[in-house]
């Protein structure tokens, strides 16, 4: 009998996405450790020309979608909505190189099946260093008491316009940090 191994779709989805970007003809390969139970790292980013490394965890987060914007908001309406726990008190610096922030949204479309998978879902993933990861983590308040709030959110109308938004007072453009746009830096730590 063969025994069954299973990751969380996030996780999955994250592997899949990122090997678009260091493919295994490159020299790359994407290894995921066989214990659930790996402390920071959810799977490495092997260059196996030099034996570098990049340790990644990713952070998954339910979508929360608004049509249309609420009654007398006075906030800026987003339609698509992310939020992540704030684990900064859990955070140790150096446990992972890149934290992969992911989030999975519906597209809504009433031509397609809910099981067409890339007609009605799609991802978004933010990368971030470390070092950009701890400054995110830092910068999570809450609005009332300026004391670290247990959660942060970020919201787009466009997957290429994304904002901090819970958490942050000063609602940070994080469009910088699509894995699109952070390929090129990462792809360098692995040179």
């Known amino acids: 009998m063969e025994g069954i191994f299973a ?9 899949l996405q990122t090997q678009k970007f260091f493919k295994k003809n490159d020299g790359f390969a994407v290894l995921v450790p066989t214990s659930r139970q790996q402390k920071g790292i959810d799977f490495i980013i092997l260059n196996t020309l030099n034996s570098k490394v990049l340790r990644v965890q990713v952070k998954s987060s339910r979508s929360y979608v608004h049509p249309s914007p609420p009654n007398k908001s006075k906030d800026e309406h987003h339609i698509y909505n992310f939020w992540f726990n704030n684990f900064l008190n859990r955070y140790e610096p150096n446990t992972a190189d890149v934290y992969l922030l992911f989030g999975l949204y519906p597209i809504y479309n009433n031509k397609s099946n809910i099981k067409s998978k890339k007609k009605f879902w799609k991802s978004i ?11 995110l983590l830092d910068q999570v308040k809450t609005k009332k008491e300026n004391k670290p709030d247990r959660f942060f959110g970020i919201s787009f109308n466009d997957p290429n316009k994304i904002i901090g938004k819970r958490g942050f007072p000063d609602r940070p453009d994080l469009t910088a940090h699509i894995l699109d746009t952070k ?8 040179k």
């Open 7 to 15: 990751l969380p779709y996030s996780e999955y989805e994250a592997i």
């Open 125 to 135: 993933i933010l990368a971030l260093t470390d070092s950009e990861m701890k400054k």
């Open 183 to 190: 390929i090129g830096e990462l792809l360098n730590k692995l």
